[in-house]
């Protein structure tokens, strides 16, 4: 499977719990990005990876976010003291080129929900 | 700030019908890219166009086309002789390329279902 995948599918954790997010892009893409999705809208921008370097930050991304592309390979998005507001849909996309110039590929999303 | 509008939350249609989703935009720059995603209930997004500010001409493909105008700030989305697997939720988005934003404004997406 040569697309973008991203583990666990589904995470149901109690308010308070820290949950950690891992996406493995398509291997020759350099850049990497993380939106949020709720329920009924379109997805929203987090971060932004170019190989390793985190170069863009949405305001959405409180302090309770991070996230990290070792070695510009897979990312991971750790979300600590993790809020009912958290519960969303996480979706890793991966693109060869800047995104406004080319087709990003998504992944299948991990399902947050805190309880 | 860039912003995307999709005023229809839901379309249903019978199977073979045409169906256009309307796509509005907001943005100050001049330069920028005019994208439509599929998100079947699997929940990828699938790439569908892009489109640069600069380049107005309609395009067809397939059973797909894609309506253009500067002038209205519109980009909207024809399925023609709509079928059950065209059912899933559609997005339109913009990018901008000035600065150093490197992402996505989504609009809200429209639910469509094809019914057979």
């Known amino acids: 499977d040569t697309g973008v995948s991203q583990d666990p599918r589904h995470k149901i954790t109690k308010r308070g719990q820290n949950v950690t997010f891992r996406c493995d892009p398509i291997?020759?893409?350099?850049?990497l990005y993380w939106y949020r999705q709720t329920l009924g809208q379109g997805p929203e921008f987090l971060t932004y990876?170019?190989?390793?370097?985190?170069?863009?930050k949405s305001r959405l991304l409180s302090d309770r976010f991070s996230a990290e592309r070792p070695k510009g390979s897979f990312s991971t998005l750790e979300i600590q003291r993790t809020e009912q507001g958290d519960s969303a849909m996480y979706l890793c996309?991966?693109?060869?080129?800047?995104?406004?110039?080319?087709?990003?590929?998504f992944g299948q999303g991990t399902r947050l929900t805190v309880v | 700030a860039q912003k995307v509008t999709q005023a229809q939350t839901e379309i249903s249609v019978v199977e073979k019908e045409d169906v256009t989703l309307d796509c509005v935009y907001e943005?100050?720059?001049?330069?920028?890219?005019l994208f439509w995603y599929k998100q079947p209930p699997s929940g990828e997004l699938v790439f569908l166009i892009r489109?640069?500010?600069?380049?107005?001409q309609n395009e067809i493909s397939g059973r797909y086309s894609w309506n253009f105008q500067k002038s209205t700030s519109s980009f909207n989305f024809t399925i023609t002789a709509s079928q059950v697997v065209d059912s899933a939720v559609y997005f339109c988005?913009?990018?901008?390329?000035?600065?150093?934003?490197?992402?996505?404004?989504f609009g809200s997406g429209t639910q469509l279902t094809v019914l057979p």
């Open positions: 291997s020759e893409h350099n850049r």
């Open positions: 943005t100050r720059d001049t330069t920028y890219y």
């Open positions: 489109r640069n500010s600069f380049d107005e």
């Open positions: 990876f170019q190989n390793e370097a985190q170069l863009e």
């Open positions: 988005a913009l990018a901008i390329s000035s600065g150093s934003a490197r992402q996505l404004t």
């Open positions: 996309a991966s693109s060869k080129r800047d995104i406004e110039n080319t087709e990003a590929f």
